[in-house]
């Protein structure tokens, strides 16, 4: 069919069906980009945080270790472990 038969009304609600759509169609991008974004930022928090937790949990392995150890001398025996 030739646009010339078409009537402008009917092309004008194509043309605003068309701009809608990609209005639509560059939120819902948007949202993935927000979304992708929001993931990667919780990941990497995620990720901080183990590190810091195992940070945590090694100090204190060090901290236990190092409180176990008896100074020499200080009261007899060997003097390794309590």
Known sequence: MHSD???????????GLRKELERVQDDKMELYRKAK?????ATEFKCRQD???????????????RSQWVNPGSIPGDGIFC
């Open 5 to 15: 038969n078409i009537p402008s009304e009917t092309i004008q609600n194509a043309d």
């Open 51 to 65: 590190a810091h937790d195992a940070r945590l949990v090694h100090e204190l392995r060090e901290y236990v270790r």
């Open 37 to 41: 974004d929001d993931k990667m930022a």
